[in-house]
């Protein structure tokens, strides 16, 4: 989930935008990494159409022609750029790229998994950047699935297969050691479900990487960030090697933002990934280490039944 305007930050307000590219060649199915078909933005009027829960509506981007927000009861949710998948708006989304491009040697393909779909901004990012790539898209909302397939087609040839169910049960129909990277971008409103919160989920999450593998998770907190701490908390009782990337002042607990959090088995390409950070539009911060444990506090691991949603963002946030 995500919202989209001039402040840098997540799903606590619009965030900036940038012509952020994939070092890796783009490709998908018809070889340019593009949609075929989908609406034109430049000069179009939005579309809105009831979801499930919701009304959605589909925004177009005056400065790119095939370009498209989609929102959810007016808080946006993805960016989409027909003609150029590689395109990343959002600044989280900015930052799970990185991650992406880190991972494995450019174009390489990948195994992934996400839990919370949009308009499949990042299954469209994989598809271009690491052809035959394979990925299991995982939303719940079926009528919005279906909305963004008519209006935002994928790739007919990228290997992404949209599944409309429930996060967590989704990822408990997919096989042991399938994935080689978990991406988590659930929201119900502004809010993570409490169910995907928990040492129970993560558990879940590792048993479907493959050894080695990799989970990322954009999550939303705001002062005193009790939130944030907890499921750093509850991320280092299943991953050994932790890193998150934020804004300086949502490390900080001056407001309300995104931070991106990378749990594994190995030690992620951190120097790597700290630059790119740093160096994006809307300069961010990474943690790990000693670092990160001292920030996290005596926060305490979330079991299922003590679980609760994230804070909804105050109501300055969807300015």
Request: charged share 25%; hydrophobic share 40%.
């Amino acid at each position: 989930m995500a919202r989209r305007g001039t402040s840098s930050d997540g799903n606590a307000g619009a965030r900036g935008r940038s012509d952020r590219k994939a070092g890796a060649g783009k490709g998908t199915g018809n070889g340019t990494g593009k949609a075929t078909g989908g609406r034109s933005g430049r000069g179009a009027e939005p579309l809105a159409e009831p979801v499930d829960g919701a009304l959605a509506e589909l925004v177009p981007d005056r400065e790119r022609p095939r370009a498209w927000t989609l929102t959810l009861d007016g808080a946006p949710q993805s960016h989409v750029d027909l003609d150029d998948p590689t395109y990343l708006s959002f600044e989280y989304q900015r930052r799970i790229g990185h991650i992406i491009d880190l991972l494995a040697p450019p174009g390489q393909p990948l195994q992934v998994v996400h839990l919370g779909g949009g308009a499949f901004t990042l299954a469209r990012y994989i598809a271009a950047t690491r052809p035959r790539s394979t990925q299991q898209v995982i939303e719940v909302d079926a009528a919005l699935v279906q909305l963004v397939r008519r209006e935002l087609p994928l790739d007919p040839q990228a290997r992404i297969r949209v599944r409309a169910t429930d996060a967590r049960a989704g990822l408990g129909k997919i096989q042991d050691g399938w994935a080689d990277l978990v991406i988590a971008d659930v929201f119900s409103g502004a809010r993570t479900p409490a169910h995907l919160t928990s040492t129970e989920f993560l558990a879940e999450v590792r048993r479907v990487l493959k050894t080695g593998g990799s989970y990322v998770a954009n999550l939303a907190d705001g002062p005193p960030l009790a939130h944030l701490r907890a499921q750093i908390a509850t991320a280092a009782t299943v991953f050994p090697e932790l890193a998150l990337a934020a804004d300086p002042a949502v490390w900080r607990g001056k407001r309300f933002g995104n931070a991106v959090l990378l749990a594994s088995d190995l030690a992620p390409r951190l120097a790597e990934l700290t630059r790119k950070v740093a160096t994006d539009p809307h300069p961010g911060r990474v943690e790990h280490g000693r670092a990160l444990a001292d920030f996290t506090g005596g926060a305490v691991p979330v079991r299922d039944a003590e679980a609760r949603p994230s804070p909804a963002p105050p109501p300055a946030a969807f300015g």
